[in-house]
């Protein structure tokens, strides 16, 4: 999946049917998957038939879910309106769990190699 594919995902995910937003959810996938391989995750890509970076599908859907978690959790803060430093709802255990099978299956798949 190229990023085009990716933000279109995205997009789906927040329930956003126009182009206003497309340069900051842009963004957010960039943050998201630099924020993904600072956790140690590696991501398998490759490239299409126009040079564009693709991503595995499991990879585009983790990157999906950390960029919506990104955008959801900028509306949280702001409602919030920072009273407390622990008005932040903290990242989704879903997407937690995701991150770290995501890793431990690739420090497995290293160790058996």
């Known amino acids: 999946m190229t990023l085009s594919d990716i933000l279109t995902m995205l997009k789906a995910n927040l329930e956003i049917m126009n182009t ?3 340069a900051y959810l842009n963004n957010l996938i960039t943050v998201a998957i630099t ?3 600072r956790e140690g995750i590696t991501f398998k890509t ?3 038939s126009e040079n564009h970076v ?3 599908v499991d990879d585009a859907n983790l990157i999906v879910m950390y960029g919506a978690y990104l955008y959801r959790n900028r509306v949280n803060d702001s ?3 920072y009273k407390t430093a622990l008005a932040s ?3 989704p255990r879903m997407l ?3 991150l770290n099978n995501k890793l431990l299956s690739q420090k497995m798949g290293e160790s058996e190699s």
């Open 20 to 22: 206003i937003k497309d």
């Open 89 to 91: 709802t903290g990242m």
């Open 35 to 37: 924020e993904i391989q």
């Open 79 to 81: 409602e919030a309106g």
């Open 96 to 98: 937690r769990y995701a």
């Open 54 to 56: 693709t991503y595995a």
């Open 46 to 48: 490759g490239l299409d």
